[in-house]
Nanobody, 121 residues
């Protein structure tokens, strides 16, 4: 069974930093385009950042200059470095990816379980 597992969330003060990880587990050949999404209470899930397998990135305007998405293809892991965090960044953060298993099966639109990020003093 393949799955995505997010980690690294927590409570941080405004202006602080966190690094989220999204790791694929199971017999994984590779992750393809991967996105980080977030959902705050009472709001719709929104795309925060995305990265292709080749490393091309895209960011929501609200996080440009503060968040950086990166990946380690050898570890089948994608990261989200979040700096200068604001209270409005508080949300559950999810990763979403297309992936291929070692036996050649291709899975699209896979979601992790989410990790809570709370920015508060």
């Amino acid at each position: 069974q393949v799955q995505l597992v997010e980690s690294g969330g927590g409570l941080v003060q405004p202006g602080g930093s966190l690094r989220l990880s999204c790791a694929a587990s199971g017999s994984i050949f590779g992750l393809y385009t991967t996105g980080w999404y977030r959902q705050a209470p009472g709001k719709q899930r929104e795309l925060v950042a995305s990265i292709t397998r080749g490393g091309s990135t895209n960011y929501a305007d609200s996080v440009k200059g503060r968040f950086t998405v990166s990946r380690d293809n050898a570890k089948n892991t994608v990261y989200l470095q979040m700096n200068s965090l604001k209270p409005e960044d508080t949300a559950v953060y999810y990763c979403n990816a297309d992936l291929m298993t070692n036996n050649g099966s291709y899975y699209v639109d896979c979601w992790g379980q989410g990790t809570q990020v709370t920015v508060s003093s």
